[in-house]
């Protein structure tokens, strides 16, 4: 069984900072992609950022260019950096991995989810 341990959420004032981690208990070499989806109250799960194996990254429009995705291969980790955060990027957030489990096939997984609350 794979498993995703979040940390790093937390209260923030608007404009500030925070840095998201997320390990998992497998081989990052295993892993075909990992990411951090959120959830606010009321609303679906969205996407906020993704990176595959070849360090490819994808982030939703709302966050480009204050949001960072990174992976460490060694730790099996992966790492959302957030600055200029705003209201609106209050939520849950949570880990998220596709693992390669060869010959059974590819699966997903999801952390248990972190708070992310942005306010004054």
């Known amino acids: 069984q794979v498993q995703l341990v979040e940390s790093g959420g937390g209260l923030v004032q608007p404009g500030g900072s925070l840095r998201l981690s997320c390990a998992a208990s497998?081989?990052?070499?295993?892993?075909?992609?990992m990411g951090w989806y959120r959830q606010a109250p009321g609303n679906k799960r969205e996407l906020v950022a993704t990176?595959?194996?070849?360090?490819?990254?994808n982030y939703v429009d709302s966050v480009k260019g204050r949001f960072t995705i990174s992976g460490d291969k060694a730790k099996n980790t992966v790492t959302l950096q957030m600055n200029s955060l705003k209201p609106e990027d209050t939520a849950v957030y949570y880990c998220?991995?596709?693992?390669?489990?060869?010959?059974?096939?590819?699966?997903?997984?999801w952390g248990q989810g972190t708070q992310v609350t942005v306010s004054s």
């Open positions: 998220n991995a596709h693992v390669n489990r060869w010959p059974a096939g590819t699966f997903e997984y």
């Open positions: 497998v081989s990052r070499s295993r892993i075909n992609d």
């Open positions: 990176i595959t194996s070849d360090g490819i990254t």
